[in-house]
């Protein structure tokens, strides 16, 4: 392999700047398309549910293929830069299009836009991500530099992410005025329509400055295992196993919260000024992610190991979820009580993601020392596919929850408070459902993740041996 020159600010700075936009655009979709479709264009939210289940499940299929297509790619560009160039434009345009349902659709019609451009966007939006963090090894020295670079790109990861949660329904309400909407209903879809256009400029331009800056500078062979290669080699590591099972679990917890916080404020809260309190308590969760990540881990992490931290990251989440679920049912209605389980719940996730990453890795030498090799792609794959699946999970109860609890606009499309089933239900759908998720995750890993800090100092010095 070719010498590689140490990483310059400026291939930092234009590798961070494609995170921003790769996960701007992946939050605008986790968090909005269901929300799009059910609540502003009146599609069934079961059937909205299922199409975004179905397109996870499909992505278990679609995630080795597209990384089988990655590497036996030769261009003059490498073999990386091609694809995430050509997979940003084409995600950029099916993003538009999915915010941007014809008026004249109805019925099955619309079920079936909304089915086809959000399975498209699954697979163009795997187009390019799989690229982008398969870059890394091409233009890193392996090290301190590239997880440098990993844990750079994840935190502008998570402030696209926030920007998306933050500006998004304040963004769409004043574009869908501008647009000429005479309704609530019209503004949200025109508001959408040009929110999603200008996310999708964004998203193109900042992959552009990536890939004009970053260039590989070594040939890296990239391994693609199959789909049956790829579950193979994650069952014959039962840590990863229990990492993956965690993933879903606590990702499936927080996206069911995120997907019915929005009805939360606009149906029960507070109907008449939902989209500033809405708008405001992402401002404040988003901001609380982004400095557990920064600022927050790297303080504990001098203070305590990364197990107590993960274990302190779910009391946090549990603490959150009681405390929500209090203020719910107590009648507290100021807006800024609902601060303190915001910080509780997504500082603890802010430092998950964090942590996650670092036992995956883990899992990755235990393997090696038990099976004779490493499986890093299978193991890192299969992390962006069960965030996929659990985001999909998550949609599929909520949208069950909707359903069963009747949430949405009346026939007139005025807003107004749900009785109170409704609100109990929703309440209950997302504080209780969570918590036992998570309580039942604690106990699996708990019982099942044996890879301590001692542990792993006993596996490194195993493998230095067998190494010499």
Same mark, same amino acid.
């Given at each position: 392999? #070719? ?19 790769? $996960? ?9 398309? &269901?929300?799009?479709?059910? $609540? ?32 036996? !790619? ?30 004249? +659709?109805?019925?099955?019609? &619309? ?8 399975? &498209? ?9 799989? /690229? ?14 590239? #997880? ?48 999603? +256009? ?21 040939? =890296?062979?990239?391994?693609? %295992?199959?789909?049956?290669?790829? *579950? ?5 590591? $039962?840590?990863?196993? !229990? ?27 507070? /109907? ?25 881990? %790297? ?10 931290? *993960? ?31 915001? *910080? +509780? ?13 670092? *036992? ?49 606009? $009346? ?22 459902? %969570?918590?036992?998720?998570?309580? =039942?995750? =604690? ?19 195993? &493998? ?5």
């Amino acid at each position: 392999m #070719e010498t590689i020159k140490k990483l310059s600010g400026k291939e930092k700075f234009a590798y961070g700047i494609g995170a921003v936009g790769k $996960d701007l655009v992946y939050m605008l979709s986790a968090s909005y398309v &269901l929300y799009y479709y059910q $609540d502003v264009l009146g599609v069934s939210a079961v059937a909205m549910g299922m199409i975004l289940f179905a397109a996870r499940v499909f992505d278990a299929f679609n995630d080795p293929i597209m990384g089988i297509l990655v590497a036996k !790619t030769k261009t003059r560009w490498g073999k990386f830069r091609p694809w995430l160039f050509v997979g940003t434009i084409l995600n950029a345009i099916v993003l538009y299009l999915m915010f941007s349902a014809p008026p004249t +659709l109805n019925g099955n019609g &619309l079920v079936a836009y909304a089915a086809v451009t959000y399975i &498209l966007w699954g697979v163009t939006y795997t187009m390019m991500d799989i /690229p982008y963090w398969s870059i890394v090894p091409a233009f890193t020295q392996s090290g301190k530099e590239r #997880e440098g670079l990993s844990a750079l790109a994840r935190s502008c990861a998570g402030v696209g992410s926030a920007v998306a949660s933050v500006v998004t329904v304040m963004c769409v309400g004043a574009l869908g005025k501008l647009a000429g909407g005479s309704d609530m209903t019209e503004i949200e879809r025109l508001g959408y329509r040009y929110f999603a +256009l200008i996310v999708a400029v964004i998203f193109v331009l900042f992959i552009t400055i990536t890939c004009l800056t970053i260039k590989e500078k070594s040939s =890296v062979e990239m391994d693609a %295992p199959s789909v049956k290669e790829m *579950f193979q080699a994650l069952f014959r590591n $039962d840590q990863a196993v !229990t990492m993956v099972i965690a993933i879903v679990m606590i990702n499936t917890a927080l996206y069911i919260t995120f997907n019915l916080v929005i009805y939360f404020f606009k149906y029960d809260f507070s /109907p008449e000024a939902w989209q500033g309190n809405y708008t405001l308590f992402n401002t404040f969760g988003g901001g609380f992610q982004i400095l557990a990540m920064m600022l927050l881990f %790297p303080l504990l992490r001098k203070l305590l190991n990364t197990m107590k931290i *993960f274990y302190l990251c779910f009391a946090m989440a549990l603490s959150g979820y009681v405390v929500l679920l209090g203020i719910s049912f107590s009648g507290i209605d100021n807006f800024y009580a609902l601060l303190i389980p915001a *910080f +509780l719940i997504m500082s603890s996730l802010g430092m998950m993601n964090v942590i996650v990453t670092i *036992f995956l890795a883990n899992t990755v030498d235990y393997g090696e020392l038990k099976n004779g090799r490493r499986d890093e792609s299978v193991i890192f794959s299969m992390q962006t596919f069960v965030v996929k699946l659990a985001s999909g999970l998550a949609a599929l109860l909520a949208s069950l929850v909707l359903s069963i609890f009747h949430i949405q606009k $009346d026939e007139n499309a005025v807003i107004t408070a749900i009785d109170q089933t409704s609100r109990m239900g929703l309440r209950l759908s997302m504080t209780v459902v %969570p918590i036992l998720i998570l309580i =039942v995750a =604690v106990i699996i890993f708990c019982k099942k993740y044996v890879l301590t800090d001692e542990k792993l100092e006993e596996i490194n010095k195993e &493998l230095r041996k067998r190494s010499n």
